[in-house]
């Protein structure tokens, strides 16, 4: 039964930082393509991040993001990282972390406030 589990949320003050941390059991961790997305209040799921598998995975960013942002993956621990620089208000979301297996799994999220 896979898992994922996300971590690191919270309360900040705009131009502050986060780390969010995501792992995963029940699977094999590190052939999987791993994201990182947001839904804040009345608003569509968006994808924030994503990075491939393997050891030197690429990443990608959604350009409202890009900059500030850093996603990556440590495959010894099977976790997923989001780090999260100079927050900003519209960053407030519930942050889910998604593998991409042979089917799509959900963590239940962790909720980021950013306050101005």
């Known amino acids: 039964q896979v898992q994922l589990v996300e971590s690191g949320g919270g309360l900040v003050q705009a131009g502050g930082s986060l780390t969010l941390s995501c792992v995963a059991s029940?699977?094999?961790?590190?052939?999987?393509?791993m994201g990182w997305y947001r839904q804040a209040p009345g608003k569509q799921r968006e994808l924030v991040a994503s990075?491939?598998?393997?050891?030197?995975?690429?990443?990608k960013y959604a350009d409202s993001v890009k900059g500030r942002f850093t996603i990556s993956r440590d495959n010894a621990k099977k976790t997923v990282y989001l780090r999260m620089d100079s927050l900003k208000p519209e960053d407030t979301a519930v942050y889910y972390c998604?593998?991409?297996?042979?089917?799509?799994?959900w963590g239940r999220g962790t909720q980021v406030t950013v306050s101005s």
């Open positions: 990075i491939s598998s393997g050891r030197g995975g690429s990443t």
């Open positions: 998604m593998m991409l297996a042979s089917q799509n799994y």
């Open positions: 029940g699977t094999i961790f590190s052939i999987y393509p």
